[in-house]
């Protein structure tokens, strides 16, 4: 366990590093820094003289060595826009863009897997046919027009539902100020949640689906029911529990995905998530905060990975964690 | 009134593509504590037969005619909560797999409790209680703490021995065993045949023992129902069936099984199916022998090994921790030494997990051994580069135990079987390819044809085929079956250790054949090793092990083996066998 | 790794705005029965609450909120007094301002001549402004309420330069901040004091600011102009990024005023019961360079005008602008100086192929052309049209559009032979237009900096800088109508369109009194009716 946790986090440093020398040597493409933080009648001599203060006519060793220096003692750089360590700026927007990723995740669980059980157990019937339908229209609609279109309908011709943004907070410990605990936030968190599960629920349907049919398959689960036990209890206890094993393993590097994802739906709902800042940042050109962005999220796959790893162990009994980080 | 009478059982699975008759119009009876075996080869319907009983049948397979009665009360055409009734309370069901009957993420417990719950009406205490006197009655040593355990905390034979207690759980008439013993190990198949028929006799329950194994019908049945191609062929007591076959099938069948008294030159067909496939090949003029002589190449080794294994070490790491202390290891492999001579057929036989597929694979250069040296035509192969080693892989092949899994589903036949005639660049042109993998295909009887299909459209026993032909593909020296024919039918295992046998002796081929089927090993093999936990116990002439066994434990092996014909000798003798056993 | 771990939001900065905020709150309650609240929503938010960082129209926007200058537009591009009462002419060089007396800062503090001095000095120092004010030598003061601007040389556009002159409080950011920084520090990128703080003496202060996500304001008790019939006591701006989203919080009632409106939106708004949609016609000019010294055919003026009877400007704006656009036939739009009525787009393409063909380009030839995708209303759009209609006189266009991030560098590299640029002058005066798009490029003066078409003629050049010390209105006016006259004539630039401006309001939200081309509405008159 000790030894799985550590080899975990030597892979997470090396996949952080990576992931700053990538980042950090696109960041000539990117753009001009400069533009977005001097209006247009600024010389070019002027801006030159920004960029040499700025020490972004460096070399890009010596740009990045400086990074890397900083970076080890947990210092990203400062955000231009926002004039402030990035990290702290990401950090700040982390719990709104998370408290949006547990809603959809919330979301998926608590209808793919009666969607997917369902269409599993009752394989010709046309309620199956249309969750399955519907579940490729979910997978061709972009989720941009799935947001606009449900702020169309619940917000301006419904009235039921606002537009934009996280709605009354309040806080809870720490810095982190909470949408999940007033009506209000509740509100505000349902139509961007829903877009954002919109991208994932066919996928975890169809999964869900294909894997339970083929634990419907196996032999324990005939030999469940030649044990005369109920159905019930074979579905969503013997063939579920199953299930759910390749289901975790898939749905923890999706729910990865989700934060990467949580970009577009942020923007459309502007939502003052991560996501949204790092469009903003890629936008504005705001290196340090992309560079502190991109290391975060690797963060967060390899966290999230561990601990859908760890609940795999869980869940599953024959396997035992520290064979499987091998 | 018989305990099961089955009357004229009719299955059909229909499809788009016509309806397909599996069973046609089986009619037999079962009386309380009797042992019915219902035998026959795959696709007999036998199975079928017994998930019919407690309407499992896989879709879309239905019921067409017939009756089934348990204790005189139609149990066919049952509503699916009248029949749920029916299944674990009054028959009880052992799958083949113990591996795969128990789901693996639930606690022995929770899968015991519930049956007995929900087929008892007990509360949860009393249920465990009943689990833990179960458990005990099926030999399982101290209930209390391996009840809380999971499916793969138990071998097989254990876990055996837990479906079985679940099978009893709910106080059933009838036991329906679908090949129970299968999966296992000799002794522990004979173990596991005991008790069932232990707890027959004892609480006077039924059984019906499907199986396609004529040893375990030799040990346990009382009386014995034959079934080719959906027909029951022949229904008569064990020693009838076993001694004096009326039906032509069954006289071949059982004349096919390998023989544990006598080495025959070649396995018995089973004639009444099929006339046999492939040819005979001619090796002088065929690709195959063109490359090199391989007898003349054995011939100038003759008197020094082909292969020399000796001292070899390996083990497997089973938990890894970060302190030394703290790692566990398994010994695969302790100080093994032997040797197989050119043009010869080395036998290595043992359990599972004696490590005889672990010296293959090392052997094979899958796996480096920890210390030790291996041997091949005098040049010392154990740690090689895969640039050294390419030499050595054309000469080395291997058959594997289950071919579909070493085979990509996603290539033709064709492409499977040209991938090492590619890669070891033994052909000029893409021409010459196309007819050495027609001639292979030709040559393990699976016809020119068979190319452009996929390996999930074959059997076992064709795939097995196909595999073969890609062994071959290289013109190997040295061919290493390991258990090539564990998973098939008599008929087809006869075929495939026929054509082993014509290739070897027609090319020359040394081969490593690893088997835990004693009489298969009698059958194919000039010399044996065996093999207990990783080390070599004996090593000897093929008659010398088989009449005169030096170690104990290869004594214990031959005793547990099934014998038939000791049927045929010495008649009905069961008590006698079972009893010398225990 | 714990020092990183605080959380932005709990930054020390915000709490001294929140404690002023809270004594002002309690007098602003007094002010009426009537008050009301702004929910508003723009494309962005202020980048500093410093009004000397960033020469933008966001930063504008705040200091038309929090501070004051000293003269601003009215609805018919005049001057109208704010913080100075009058001013007058003494000499060439010097205008002579008065004061208001009696202005209060939101600190407190009066506002006197010595602020102005102060923030004129700051503004010298500041990289985006300098440019503004560098014709002027100093500010003089005479007394508290009376003090001269006085230029280097002759200057024609002091007031215009007056309207970006936002009083700062200079008691208030004098000293040194909690880390040791002086709070005057300007610096681009950096936490400053004075980018999180502002004391000014508009009608809103800042209470609350989460940047990216919101901003706070709450009406200044204090406010100097009790004849102001604004009634709106809190503003909560919210940067919405989406333009559908952004126009989907208005019709649902989450906001009551957004800026701007994407023309798709327009009929939406219009036909909603519950909004309006007020437009103006804007000064930004949207036009495309041509470069002559990439392509040497642009060096022939026939080609370049054929170019310019090429393009169809009436229909892009009708088809792509959806009648959101002012055609344009040259720089500045009507009511600058320099407009001239005749000066209007030519589409004519019979005679665009003759004078190819006059110019012995009948067959054409091969362009490259590069548009950014994200900087102006519909910019890539426009781009594929424009490409699309020269090749009706045998230009083959490749074209690309960027991202503005990735643009502007291109742009700077010249990195293709058409190249589209936007333009909004900083001084609402034509000669900007001039100055930085179409004179010859010249590294010292800075000007032609954004001429990729690298058009020269000089004596364009010589009549922009005697327009640039002419003080005389009338002369100066013709000066800049000959300017445009010749850029018309010799198709120095492909000007399309003026980008117009929208802005989406309730019903009750008197937004039409307000705005102004400019694009700084002016919030504190702003009537919010019951």
């Known amino acids: 366990m000790l030894l799985f946790l550590m080899r975990r986090l030597m892979q997470g440093l090396i996949v952080m590093f990576v992931i700053s020398i990538i980042s950090f040597s696109i960041q000539d493409n990117l753009g001009d820094p400069l533009r977005e933080l001097v209006g247009q009648s600024v010389s070019e001599a002027e801006r030159e003289k920004l960029r040499d203060e700025m020490g972004l006519n460096d070399p890009f060793l010596t740009q990045y060595t400086r990074f890397m220096g900083n970076a080890l003692q947990g210092d990203l750089g400062d955000s231009y826009f926002f004039k402030a360590p990035a990290l702290d700026v990401i950090l700040a927007k982390m719990p709104a863009t998370l408290e949006l990723v547990f809603a959809a995740s919330l979301i998926i669980i608590l209808v793919s897997i009666p969607a997917g059980v369902y269409c599993a157990i009752r394989p010709n019937s046309w309620f199956t046919r249309l969750i399955l339908g519907f579940s490729i229209l979910g997978i061709s609609v972009p989720v941009f027009l799935t947001a606009i279109f449900s702020i169309y309908l619940f917000s301006i011709e419904l009235g039921w539902l606002p537009s934009y943004g996280r709605g009354e907070l309040v806080p809870v410990i720490g810095g982190w100020e909470s949408g999940l605990f007033t009506q209000d936030g509740l509100l505000h968190l349902i139509l961007p949640a829903i877009s954002l599960a919109s991208i994932m629920l066919p996928l975890f349907i169809r999964l869900i689906r294909s894997e339970m049919s083929e634990v419907l398959h196996t032999e324990y689960v005939k030999f469940a029911r030649a044990k005369g036990l109920k159905k019930a209890r074979i579905y969503f206890l013997h063939a579920l529990k199953n299930t759910m094993l390749p289901v975790i393993t898939v749905g923890g590097v999706q729910i990865g995905t989700m934060v990467a994802y949580t970009i577009l739906t942020e923007t459309v709902f502007q939502w003052p998530g991560m996501g949204f800042l790092f469009l903003e940042a890629v936008n504005r050109v705001d290196t340090p905060l992309i560079v502190a962005y991109l290391i975060v999220v690797g963060a967060i796959f390899v966290v999230v990975n561990t601990l859908v790893d760890l609940l795999y162990g869980l869940i599953n009994p024959t396997v035992r964690l520290a064979r499987s980080a091998q | 009134m018989s305990l099961l009478e089955v009357e004229g059982l009719r299955i059909e699975f229909p499809s788009r593509h016509g309806t397909a008759v599996a069973v046609k119009g089986v009619s037999f009876t079962l009386e309380k504590g009797e042992i019915l075996g219902l035998v026959g080869e795959s696709g007999a319907g036998k199975s079928t037969v017994g998930n019919a009983v407690i309407d499992l049948l896989s879709p879309p397979g239905v019921v067409a005619g017939g009756n089934i009665k348990l204790d005189g009360q139609a149990i066919s055409g049952l509503s699916g909560e009248a029949i749920r009734r029916v299944r674990g309370r009054r028959i009880g069901f052992i799958f083949q797999d113990p591996m795969t009957s128990l789901n693996p993420l639930l606690t022995i417990e929770t899968q015991m409790v519930e049956t007995i719950m929900v087929n008892l009406g007990l509360d949860k205490a009393a249920a465990y209680k009943k689990s833990i006197e179960l458990l005990a009655s099926v030999g399982i040593a101290e209930p209390e703490v391996r009840i809380r355990q999971y499916p793969h905390q138990f071998s097989g034979g254990m876990r055996q021995r837990v479906v079985i207690a679940i099978a009893l759980s709910g106080d059933p008439e009838l036991i329906i065993a679908d090949e129970p013993t299968t999966a296992l190990d000799v002794s522990i198949q004979n173990q596991i045949l005991e008790l069932i028929r232990k707890l027959c006799k004892e609480r006077d329950v039924g059984c019906l023992l499907v199986t396609h194994d004529m040893g375990v019908i030799a040990n346990v049945t009382d009386r014995v ?110 100080q093994v030494s032997f040797e197989v001579r050119a043009g010869e057929t080395f036998g290595l036989v043992g359990e599972s997990g004696s490590g005889k597929s672990t010296i293959a694979r090392i052997i094979a250069g899958l796996y480096p051994p920890d210390s030790g040296l291996i041997e091949f035509a005098g040049q010392d192969i154990t740690r090689l580069t895969e640039k050294q080693r390419k030499p050595f892989r054309r000469q080395i092949q291997m058959v ?41 295909l030709d040559h393990v009887g699976l016809g020119r044809g068979a190319g452009v299909k996929y390996p ?127 | 790794m714990k020092k990183t771990m605080k959380l932005f939001i709990e930054r020390p900065i915000k709490r001294p705005i929140k404690r002023l905020a809270g004594a002002i709150l309690a007098a602003s309650l007094a002010v009426g029965a009537q008050a009301a609240t702004l929910k508003m929503a723009y494309d962005s938010d202020p980048v500093s609450l410093d009004p000397h960082e960033q020469l933008s129209g966001a930063t504008l926007q705040l200091s038309h909120l929090v501070f004051d200058p000293l003269v601003r537009w009215d609805d018919n591009l005049q001057f109208e007094p704010r913080l100075a009462e009058k001013w007058q002419r003494i000499d060439d060089r010097t205008m002579r301002f008065t004061l208001r007396k009696g202005v209060k800062f939101h600190s407190g503090n009066g506002l006197t001549s010595a602020d102005v001095q102060w923030t004129f000095q700051r503004l010298a120092s500041s990289p985006d402004f300098k440019a503004v004010f560098e014709p002027f030598a100093a500010v003089k003061v005479i007394d508290d309420y009376t003090f001269d601007l006085v230029t280097k040389e002759a200057f024609p556009l002091v007031l215009n330069s007056a309207t970006y002159l936002f009083p700062m409080d200079s008691k208030f950011y004098a000293g040194l901040d909690s880390t040791g920084q002086e709070k005057s520090l300007l610096k681009k990128h950096g936490d400053t004091y004075a980018s999180k703080n502002a004391s000014g003496t508009g009608p809103f202060i800042v209470t609350e600011r989460e940047q990216g996500v919101r901003v706070d304001f709450q009406r200044f008790a204090g406010y100097w102009d009790k004849q102001s019939p604004g009634n709106v006591d809190e503003i909560v701006l919210t940067p919405i990024k989406e333009g559908p989203t952004r126009v989907a919080a208005l019709l649902s009632g989450d906001v009551d005023f957004i800026f701007p409106v994407p023309p798709n939106d327009h009929e939406r708004i219009k036909r909603s019961g519950n909004t309006d949609l007020v437009t103006l016609g804007g000064t930004r000019i949207i036009s495309f360079q041509l470069n002559q010294e990439r392509v040497p055919a642009f060096k022939d003026q026939r080609v370049r005008q054929a170019i310019n009877y090429a393009i169809n400007n009436d229909g892009i704006v009708k088809k792509i602008m959806k009648g959101f656009a002012t055609p344009a036939g040259q720089q500045g739009p009507k009511g600058y100086a320099g407009y001239v009525d005749d000066l209007q787009p030519r589409y004519d393409l019979k005679k665009a192929r003759q004078l190819m063909k006059e110019a012995g380009y009948e067959d054409g030839f091969a362009i490259t052309m590069m548009a950014p995708n994200n900087r102006y209303v519909n910019d890539a759009r426009i781009a594929q049209a424009v490409a699309s209609m020269l090749s009706k006189i045998n230009i083959k266009v490749d074209l690309k559009t960027l991202p503005k991030a990735q643009y502007w560098p291109e742009f700077d590299e010249r990195s293709a032979d058409m190249m589209m640029i936007g333009w909004h002058s900083d001084t609402e005066d034509s000669a900007n237009f001039t100055e930085y798009l179409t004179a010859c490029a010249d590294s010292i003066s800075g000007w032609g900096q954004y001429n990729s078409g690298n058009y020269c003629n000089e004596a364009v050049d010589a009549l922009v800088k005697k327009a640039g010390s002419e003080t005389d209105p009338t002369v100066r006016a013709q000066i800049l109508q000959d300017v445009e006259r010749t850029l018309y004539e010799e198709a120095a630039f492909v000007p399309l369109h003026w980008q117009n401006l929208a802005w989406g309001a309730s019903k009750n939200v008197a937004a039409k009194d307000v705005v102004n081309v400019m694009n700084f509405p002016y919030l504190g008159d702003l009537v919010i009716k019951e």
Request: proline letters at 4%.
């Open chain 2, 225 to 334: 129902a034959v079934m080719y191609m959906g027909d029951l062929v022949e229904l008569g007591s064990t020693e009838q069936i076993l001694c004096r076959p009326e039906h032509p099938y069954t006289q071949s069948l059982i004349s096919a099984v390998p023989r544990t008294d006598i080495k025959l030159h070649r396995f018995p067909r089973v004639e009444y199916i099929e006339k046999e496939q492939g040819r005979h090949i001619d090796v002088k003029n065929h690709w195959l022998g063109q490359k090199e002589q391989l007898s003349e190449l054995n011939a100038e080794i003759s008197d020094r090994a082909l292969l020399t294994v000796k001292d070899v070490n390996l083990r497997f790491e089973t938990q890894s921790a970060f302190l030394e202390k703290n790692r566990r290891y398994v010994q695969a492999s302790n």
């Open chain 2, 456 to 582: 999930h459209e074959f059997s076992g026993g064709q795939r097995q085929r196909i595999s073969i032909a890609r062994a071959l593909a290289t013109r190997p020296r040295f061919l290493i079956c390991d258990e090539p024919t564990s998973a098939l039918d008599v008929s087809v295992q006869a075929q495939i250790l026929n054509l082993l046998k014509d290739l070897q002796e027609e090319l020359g081929l040394t081969m490593l054949f690893i088997s835990h089927d004693l009489p298969v090993i009698l059958q194919m093999c000039d010399r044996i090793g065996v093999m207990k936990m990783g080390t070599l116990v004996e090593v000897g002439d093929t008659d010398r092990i088989f009449s005169d066994p030096h170690h104990e434990y290869t004594r214990h092996l031959i005793n547990m083996m099934p014998r038939v014909e000791n049927l045929s000798r010495s008649g009905l003798d069961i008590e006698a066998s079972v009893a010398a056993h225990s």
């Open chain 2, 400 to 440: 594997f135990q289950n071919p579909y899994s070493s085979m990509n589903a996603r290539m033709t036949v064709q492409d499977i079987i040209a991938e090492p005639i590619r890669f070891h660049q033994l052909a000029e042109s893409e021409r010459q390819i196309n007819s050495i993998v027609a001639d292979l």
